[in-house]
């Protein structure tokens, strides 16, 4: 009777329901719930692709689906790539990870000397370095790869060296400038020849001209005004290792199989194992300043940083992950190492989080006994958050003194304002008002606020407004132009 009964139960519906039964649907729902206009997801389980579909549209207004093939862009899942780019030359003995940074970059110059002497290539791999986040040393300007890494020596430290994970972009692409003067051909070169095409990654490009050139690919989309609306793709080449690649879902699947091989490509081994170890091994923990909302709702016992990879655990498992975002677009890959098992999330909608909650329940579907709904639960999460950031810009507008004029006449304040660390920006009066112009992306109409203060309305409606405040001199003309969070220019001559 007994194994009559173990029989029974195993030919039930129950036990014979598969993991991924009904994930289509899910995430059908998924796509709708966050109003996300196209996305593609794979799922790897040990050295198989067990799943893999696009939703929706390629661009809003258009019936060009997103399918398995469609490109998104990688955003900062592009730092996996370096990391290994940096592990596979460590591995060769050319590379060593804790030598200072200017053993191969004599040129290589931070805020202080002594972090300029001690700072190592792992501390570029691991956002440790101390350096506050500088983006805009590369968004919207017109500055390349090794310009950004210059101006590295006047961004003045956040923390001391190595102790907090602050994220920071300009120093991850630093570590592509190593690959590049180390391995004597350019990064892309040597990540299409070490990584891309051994993998068999032909949808994977290194920059955004090549990516774009793909009939295939999806427009990047932002909510405007509450209206889900495309926008124009942004080039971020100049910051190329930290967050330029595009690639597909197919592509990714075959990276994560890598993966989740322990560097293999079938029976050939691409990595020692001592040196792809390094990848998901904690080198940094991370704060919950660091780290994201989700931790509320998953309560990980530990968060930290491995090379190119965030880690945590989640229902007794380690887990590997990194999400990307660039405007208009999301990325998430998520790895089980144990299980052999790894999902993709991209889609072309800024900042839609749906992608945790597609990486949550595909694991609660392997690991089983879960009955969240990661969906529901991630939407009432960010809708708080969305909810609670506007409430705050809400209160910070309302501190606004009403019937005050400028000081100054509107042709006063137009000059060109520069410095050192952040570059120039020109105040023109255009048809009797004032616009701000710091590059063609950056471009402004200048409201007046009150006193000297001016809202900058910026023309690309994706990057939305600030307040911008000139500040007067001793002798009342206008010394320099202050964007807050310590950004000054000062008025040229």
Do not use: C
């Amino acid at each position: 009777f007994v194994v009559l009964a173990i029989a029974v139960g195993a030919g039930s519906p129950a036990a014979q329901q598969k993991p991924l039964d009904g994930l289509d649907a899910y995430v059908a729902r998924a796509v709708k719930d966050w109003n996300v206009p196209g996305l593609a997801i794979a799922v790897v389980k040990d050295d198989s692709v067990v799943f893999a579909k696009g939703y929706g549209v390629r661009t809003l207004g258009t019936t060009d689906r997103v399918d398995t093939h469609t490109l998104f862009a990688n955003a900062s899942t592009t730092k996996a790539f370096t990391a290994l780019a940096i592990e596979l030359l460590a591995d060769s003995g050319r590379v060593r990870l804790d030598a200072p940074v200017t053993t191969y970059l004599p040129d290589f110059q931070l805020y202080d000397p002594y972090v300029t002497r001690e700072v190592t290539v792992r501390d570029l791999l691991t956002h440790r370095t101390g350096l506050p986040e500088a983006d805009f040393l590369w968004y919207g300007t017109a500055n390349d790869l090794p310009e950004i890494i210059r101006r590295l020596r006047y961004v003045k430290p956040e923390t001391s060296l190595r102790s907090h994970f602050t994220y920071e972009n300009d120093a991850y692409a630093a570590a592509g400038l190593v690959v590049q003067r180390v391995s004597g051909v350019p990064w892309e070169r040597f990540y299409r020849e070490r990584i891309l095409d051994p993998l068999g990654m032909h949808e994977t490009y290194t920059n955004t001209a090549a990516a774009a050139a793909d009939p295939d690919i999806a427009s990047p989309h932002f909510r405007i005004d509450d209206t889900v609306r495309a926008t124009p793709r942004l080039a971020i080449d100049n910051i190329g290792p930290a967050g330029a690649m595009y690639s597909s879902v197919s592509d990714m699947a075959r990276w994560m199989r890598f993966l989740l091989d322990s560097g293999r490509v079938g029976t050939h081994r691409l990595i020692g194992q001592a040196a792809f170890g390094e990848l998901f091994h904690p080198q940094m923990l991370v704060g919950a300043d660091g780290f994201y909302p989700t931790m509320t709702l998953t309560h990980p016992h530990f968060t930290g940083y491995g090379l190119g990879w965030f880690l945590e655990d989640y229902r007794g498992e380690y887990v590997v992950f990194h999400t990307g975002s660039i405007d208009g677009f999301v990325a998430i890959v998520g790895m089980i190492p144990d299980r052999r098992l790894g999902v993709v999330v991209f889609a072309n909608l800024d900042h839609a989080e749906l992608r945790h909650a597609l990486m949550y329940t595909v694991f609660d579907r392997y690991i089983g006994g879960s009955t969240h709904d990661w969906n529901a639960e991630m939407l009432a999460l960010y809708t708080r958050l969305d909810r609670e950031q506007r409430t705050k810009e809400r209160a910070e507008l309302a501190t606004r003194v009403a019937h005050t004029k400028p000081s100054l006449a509107l042709e006063q304040y137009a000059g060109t304002y520069a410095d050192t660390l952040y570059g120039s920006a020109t105040v023109r009066l255009d048809h009797g008002a004032l616009v701000l112009e710091s590059s063609p992306l950056l471009t402004a109409d200048l409201e007046h606020w009150n006193y000297d203060t001016f809202m900058a309305h910026y023309r690309n409606r994706s990057l939305g407004e600030r307040l911008v405040t000139f500040r007067l001199g001793p002798t009342g003309t206008v010394a320099s132009l202050d964007f807050g969070d310590g950004m000054v220019l000062a008025r040229t001559p």
